[in-house]
């Protein structure tokens, strides 16, 4: 383990792939493995393989947040919305209370273009980490992109005020006019 460990410190994926598999031939429920071989295979792009380690790793631990968004994220890469969104949508029955899940979804739903959804979720997570600056500001993008500007500048003005500098925001003040 520490070697595959290493290897994907190094970015050395394959090799990463190879070690992980050694350790999975000796003992096929070792979830570190399982959860590191599918992140070495994302990264490899062979996304099937992926898939199935993730969906390995979820029948011992169904409701480990990471690898269900490891899961997401590679049905995203093959193209499959609607299955990365029942995943999503599986995350914040699993865990409601979880800002980060409720930004995931709102990321992939802003990904799809479904602002409302993702509006929604951006207010969700912001409930349950209300400080977080990195939300506001995708909070105040998706207002934008459905054209709520006085609103959406009322968001960067909250980020200003919790520390974020103005000129970071440049950009999306720019697009309030």
């Known amino acids: 383990m520490r070697k595959a460990a290493i290897n994907i410190e190094l ?13 999975l031939s000796h003992e096929p429920d070792n979830l570190a493995a399982l959860f590191y ?5 994302t990264h490899l792009r062979h996304y099937d ?19 269900r968004l490891g899961l997401a994220h590679v049905l995203v890469k093959m193209k499959r919305s609607a299955d990365a969104m029942d995943q999503m949508n599986r995350l914040v029955e699993l865990h409601p209370d979880s800002a980060v899940v409720y930004a995931a979804r709102a990321g992939f739903e802003s990904e799809s273009r479904a602002y409302d959804a993702a509006l929604y979720d951006w207010d969700a997570a912001l409930r349950l980490a209300p400080g977080n600056t990195d939300y506001i ?4 993008d998706v207002l934008l992109r459905l054209g709520k500007k006085a609103e959406a500048r009322r968001a960067l003005d909250d980020a200003v ?5 103005r000129g970071a925001l440049r950009e999306w003040y720019r697009r309030c006019k």
């Open 49 to 67: 393989l992926a898939r199935n380690d993730y969906e390995a790793f979820l029948k011992l631990a169904p409701v480990n947040m990471e690898a």
């Open 161 to 165: 005020r919790k520390g974020v500098a």
């Open 11 to 23: 970015q050395q994926w394959e090799y990463a792939v190879d070690e992980y598999g050694t350790v």
């Open 37 to 41: 071989r599918a992140y070495a295979n």
């Open 137 to 140: 500001i995708s909070r105040a």
